[in-house]
Nanobody
Framework: QVLLVESGGGLVQAGGSLRLSCAAT????????MAWFRQAPGKEREFVAA????????YYADSVKGRFTISRDNAKNTMSLQMNSPKPEDTAVYYC?????????????????WGQGTQVTVSS
């Protein structure tokens, strides 16, 4: 497993931009598939975006496609989520997750390690 710590959350106006980061501590980070999930109050945790171990494959939820960009830097053991044109409905706690098997998935059960989350609030 890896230890994951998110940062970069905060308050942003709709139409602005925000960049979330996830720093990983542990071995073999470059072999892990990584993902971002989010959870709004009263709702279940949902998939946002995922990236393969190499960064060569990325996947997005339909709700964020074209607005959010996931990326990773294996040399620095970091992953990021660039949020452009956020909407009030993007307000949630955002979590980064790592899958030791390296299989990219939108399923929460595929991920072994989770960060503590970072709050993102989008004002209208």
């Amino acid at each position: 497993q890896v230890l994951l710590v998110e940062s970069g959350g905060g308050l942003v106006q709709a139409g602005g931009s925000l960049r979330l980061s996830c720093a990983a501590t542990g071995r073999f980070f470059s072999s892990y598939a990584m993902a971002w999930f989010r959870q709004a109050p009263g709702k279940e945790r949902e998939f946002v975006a995922a990236i393969s171990w190499s960064g060569g494959a990325v996947y997005y939820a339909d709700s964020v496609k074209g607005r959010f960009t996931i990326s990773r830097d294996n040399a620095k053991n970091t992953m990021s989520l660039q949020m452009n044109s956020p909407k009030p409905e993007d307000t949630a706690v955002y979590y980064c997750a790592a899958a030791a098997r390296g299989t990219v998935s939108s399923d929460l059960a595929a991920y072994d390690s989770w960060g503590q989350g970072t709050q993102v609030t989008v004002s209208s």
